[in-house]
């Protein structure tokens, strides 16, 4: 059994920051690429960010490129994302996922390349 656990979700300013973070427990080698996605009320998941096992390898989306950054602690088997310069357009339910298998660039960026998801946290952005 596996499960990610979200927390860091919160209420923020525009312009503020949040760190999410995403502790990842079980079988191990689970989680070879971590992704963070986000879910807007009324709108489909959309990918924000991804990881590989290495830390060498990162994916973002073009809406969040050079304001959130994602990484990993394996040894903590958490992975995080810090969120800067906080839009109103960020405000969304945020979700890890991982999978234990390689995944090219775009596959990445692909909801169902992922065989593991957390419950989500909330994270709203006021303006």
């Known amino acids: 059994q596996v499960q990610l656990v979200e927390s860091g979700g919160g209420l923020v300013q525009a312009g503020g920051s949040l760190r999410l973070s995403c502790a990842a427990s079980?079988?191990?080698?689970?989680?070879?690429?971590i992704a963070w996605f986000r879910q807007a009320l009324g709108k489909e998941r959309e990918f924000v960010a991804a990881i590989d096992w290495s830390g060498g390898r990162t994916n973002y989306a073009d809406s969040v490129k050079g304001r959130f950054t994602i990484t990993r602690d394996n040894t903590k088997n958490t992975a995080y994302l810090q969120m800067n310069n906080l839009e109103p357009e960020d405000t969304a339910v945020y979700y890890c996922a991982s999978t234990p298998l390689f995944r090219s660039t775009a596959l990445m960026q692909v909801p169902s390349s992922y065989s593991y998801w957390g419950q989500g946290t909330q994270v709203t952005v006021s303006s």
């Open positions: 079980g079988r191990s080698g689970s989680s070879y690429i």
